[in-house]
T-cell receptor, first 114, second 113 residues
Framework: ETGVTQSPTHLIKTRGQQVTLRCSSQ?????VSWYQQALGQGPQFIFQ???????GRGNFPPRFSGLQFPNYSSELNVNALELDDSALYLC?????????????FGQGTRLTVV | GQQLNQSPQSMFIQEGEDVSMNCTSS?????WLWYKQDPGEGPVLLIA?????ELTSNGRLTAQFGITRKDSFLNISASIPSDVGIYFC?????????????FGKGTHLIIQP
């Protein structure tokens, strides 16, 4: 067990709706990264939060947004859901933005958009 | 964006056999990583490689960072049932202001009884 917990574990939403996914980082870890893993693919980097600010983003549109709270937990928000947003969403926490290779992943949230 | 070519896509082996998989890129990277993902779980780091030519072991697992910095391989010796899962290579890149990981598509390891 990594100490990184995500909720909910599964979620079904309708196209056009909005969704919020949550991540509690491992104790003491101040950096959270979010990844999208489509079926049969490797995870793709969405963005990273450090000290409550987004400090890097992959190739994802602005309707993917996030927050980080003072206790370092984080949320991923997706607006105007599309069918292609169906995926496993993973968060990973690390002790510092420069230590991503030492990050621990949560078990993920499986989002299905219908 | 960066793309990692991972092969084979899947492997069907018998318990006790050795396994070899590799990952290549058209770009140079200074950090290569290997992860394993079990069903319903997030990826777990197996081995991290930081230096070209480096050969690193973790129990029955051995990984090497290619001298050109464009490839890496992972070997598993004497496979056991708990080795079943999806193995991903990944590289560290700096883009958009943060360090992120780029993953390959994975090698699905299946062990036949």
């Amino acid at each position: 067990e990594t100490g990184v917990t995500q909720s909910p574990t599964h979620l079904i939403k309708t196209r056009g709706q909005q969704v919020t996914l949550r991540c509690s980082s491992q104790s003491g870890h101040n950096t959270v990264s979010w990844y999208q893993q489509a079926l049969g693919q490797g995870p793709q980097f969405i963005f990273q939060y450090y000290r409550e600010e987004e400090n890097g983003r992959g190739n994802f549109p602005p309707r993917f947004s996030g927050l980080q709270f003072p206790n370092y937990s984080s949320e991923l928000n997706v607006n105007a859901l599309e069918l292609d947003d169906s995926a496993l969403y993973l968060c990973a926490s690390s002790l510092g933005q420069g230590r991503v290779t030492e990050a621990f992943f949560g078990q993920g949230t499986r989002l299905t958009v219908v | 964006g960066q793309q990692l070519n991972q092969s084979p896509q899947s492997m069907f082996i018998q318990e006790g056999e050795d396994v070899s998989m590799n990952c290549t890129s058209s770009s140079i990277f200074n950090t290569w990583l290997w992860y394993k993902q079990d069903p319903g779980e997030g990826p777990v780091l197996l081995i991290a490689l930081y230096k070209a030519g480096e050969l690193t072991s973790n129990g029955r697992l051995t990984a090497q960072f290619g001298i050109t910095r464009k490839d890496s391989f992972l070997n598993i010796s004497a496979s056991i049932p708990s080795d079943v899962g999806i193995y991903f290579c990944a590289v560290l890149y700096s883009g958009g202001g943060a360090d992120g990981l780029t993953f390959g598509k994975g090698t699905h390891l299946i062990i036949q009884p």
